[in-house]
């Protein structure tokens, strides 16, 4: 079981605020990671009008989409294992807090390793999106609007 410093809801292990060490606000990593978050929901709202409706103007910007949404899944994939390394680092320089007992480090290793071993998998199910993504892109420029 991790213990987490008194105010500090994240999990992260740093004190309460919006980001670690280092981070002014605005930088902050669940800041950076909330944005993403918004503006996918956003593009999600815009794009879920109904089919006759003003969500595009047009299959060049369908195109535009598929590849910042393609980029963004890349960025994904590069993040994922930086998350894995710095708890790694904080495991192994002794950074994460244990709950007392003969168990305690051998626990918060194992809850460690599935955090890592969980963020490698999500990091190969971006891969295969991405690559989806790129396919979609691809197809998507042959297309051309229809009077109907």
Do not use: N
């Not at 994939?77 to 007392?100: D, F, I, K, M, N």
């Not at 626990?107 to 599935?114: I, Q, Y």
């Amino acid at each position: 079981m991790v213990l987490w410093p008194e105010g500090d809801d994240s999990g992260s292990g740093e004190p309460a605020g919006p980001g670690g060490a280092g981070c002014d606000e605005a930088d902050a990593p669940v800041r950076l990671a909330a944005g993403a978050r918004d503006a996918l929901r956003a593009l999600h709202l815009r794009t879920s009008g109904p089919v006759d409706g003003d969500i595009l103007a047009g299959p060049g910007e369908m195109h535009a989409v598929l590849g910042s949404l393609k980029s963004l899944v890349d960025d994904l994939s590069h993040c994922l294992p930086e998350l894995a390394t710095w708890l790694e680092q904080r495991l192994w320089c002794g950074g994460l807090a244990t709950a007392p007992g003969p168990r305690a480090y051998a626990d918060v290793a194992e809850s460690t390793f599935e955090v890592a071993s969980a963020l490698a998998r999500a990091q190969r199910m971006c891969g295969a999106l991405a690559r989806e993504l790129d396919a979609a892109q691809a197809a998507s420029g042959d297309l051309v609007v229809s009077d109907l």
